[in-house]
């Protein structure tokens, strides 16, 4: 199997922020739906936490928004990585 990823470490990844920063240049955000939803800010080496007592929807409303903003940007790709449940139940949620 080959695969052509493209991994980046935080560190790398937080490397470039302070001239991107100073730049004045404004980042690049991808939208996940309307309203309120706006205002979260998701895109390029941008980290987004969620954080919640268990059985809020984290994981619920996670996979939603990345549906919506796969629906929304098509040029956009997406990986979610969940280390508190097994593949099949985060695929049924």
Do not use: H, W
Not at 39 to 55: C, D, H, W, Y
């Amino acid at each position: 199997m080959t695969t052509n990823a493209n991994y980046r470490s935080g560190a790398d990844v937080l490397d470039g922020l302070r001239d991107d920063v100073l730049s004045g240049k404004p980042p690049t955000f991808y939208p996940i739906g309307e309203s309120e939803l706006t205002r979260i800010e998701i895109g390029p080496g941008l980290v987004t936490l969620l954080g919640g007592a268990p059985r809020l929807g984290k994981t619920a409303f996670t996979m939603q928004a990345v549906v919506d903003a796969l629906r929304l940007t098509r040029t956009l790709r997406a990986v979610v990585c969940n280390i508190e449940m097994p593949p099949g139940v985060l695929l049924d949620r």
